[in-house]
């Protein structure tokens, strides 16, 4: 059974950091783009992050959202199965329920359109 499993969101303040963890079961990373996307109620979802597969580059290639571009960082442990989300510098406009997914490309996409997709962890950002 193929699955992501999200973990990690909370209260916070603002300026604040957060570390979110993906851990995908079922299939690997080193074959699997995996990325990270965000959903507020009455709002279009929001491309977050994304990192490529192993298979793609020796050197870890990432893409980011506008928004997030020098607070957030995406990482991976293909030995623990895991992504991580590296959330510095939090603002209230971060907040949203965070969700992992995959398109089954080895290559990340700037579109961030995935058809598997994890159950999402609420991140507040309040003082």
């Known amino acids: 059974q193929f699955q992501l499993v999200e973990s990690g969101g909370g209260l916070v303040q603002p300026g604040g950091p957060l570390r979110l963890s993906c851990v995908v079961s079922g299939f690997t990373l080193d074959r699997n783009a995996i990325g990270w996307v965000r959903q507020v109620p009455g709002k279009e979802r929001e491309g977050v992050a994304c990192i490529d597969s192993e298979v793609v580059a020796s050197a870890e290639s990432t893409i980011y959202g506008d928004s997030v571009k020098g607070r957030f960082t995406i990482s991976r442990d293909n030995a623990k199965n895991t992504v991580y989300l590296q959330m510095n510098n939090l603002k209230p406009e971060d907040t949203a329920v965070y969700y992992c997914?995959?398109?089954?490309?080895?290559?990340?996409?700037?579109?961030?359109?995935?058809?598997?997709w994890g159950l999402g962890t609420q991140v507040t950002v309040s003082s």
């Open positions: 997914g995959t398109e089954w490309n080895i290559q990340c996409s700037p579109r961030f359109e995935y058809s598997l």
